[in-house]
């Protein structure tokens, strides 16, 4: 079946430039998780929904970025004002219910956006 | 400190050979633990859990050490195909997010 899809696999923005990247998990699932890896990094934690509800957006760098997920499936990840420190590549994740505690459901990860701001 | 810490490197190691990458966690706390492994420009994949007991699948072995807050990652036989960024992952209690390593660079020679 179709795995977490990303578009638009790249962007290159001017600073200052608003940017909306989206991600489209796999279906059913119910977790979505969006990460953002620098160049040489792992990736790092931004936010987590539970369907459209945003539980965790501990990791969002500054109040320029934003994510929803209105309907329980479908992501975007806003980024306004964009500097040149947001390049990196979004990589959305989804696994099929939330972690029980005991027994882990594997983060199917997207394709990510690699985003390069100018 | 980095909540997870692994050796960069590169490793650049001879095809056929065995090869094993470390990694430390610094949360006690942590209750799961993962590798991915991710070829250039490409998304992170579950390679293996990792359990307290001890894990393998295949040419891999992992390893956990809960009091020395270690994880391990054994490759035996290695092919040119292991040629990747791995991983170390780990998922602390009452947390659905994942905290990565900066990933350990893995080139095969002929």
């Known amino acids: 079946g179709a795995g977490v899809s990303q578009s638009p696999r790249y962007k290159v923005a001017k600073r200052g430039q608003d940017v909306a990247l989206r991600c489209d998990p796999i279906s059913g699932h119910v977790s979505l998780f969006w990460y953002q890896q620098a160049l040489g990094q792992g990736p790092e934690f931004l936010t987590y929904?539970?369907?459209?509800?945003?539980?965790?957006k501990s990791g969002l760098p500054s109040d320029r970025f934003f994510a929803e997920r209105p309907e329980g499936s479908v992501s975007t990840l806003k980024i306004q004002r964009t500097q040149q420190e947001d390049s990196a590549v979004y990589l959305c994740a989804s696994s099929l219910t939330p972690f029980s505690g005991r027994t882990y459901n594997e983060q199917f990860f997207g394709p990510g956006t690699r985003l390069t701001v100018l | 400190r980095k909540e997870v810490e692994q050796d960069p490197g590169p490793f650049n190691v001879p095809e056929g050979a065995t090869v094993a990458f470390n990694c430390t966690y610094s949360n006690s706390a942590s209750q799961s633990f993962f590798w991915y492994r991710q070829d250039c420009r490409k998304e992170p994949k579950l390679l293996m859990s990792v359990y307290s007991s001890g894990n393998e699948d295949g040419r891999f072995t992992a390893q956990l050490n809960r009091a020395s807050q270690y994880i391990s990652l054994l490759i035996r036989d290695s092919k040119l195909s292991d040629s990747a960024t791995y991983l170390c992952v780990v998922n602390d209690f009452g947390n659905e997010k994942l905290t990565f390593g900066t990933g350990t660079r893995l080139t095969i020679i002929p």
């Open positions: 929904f539970q369907n459209e509800a945003q539980l965790d």
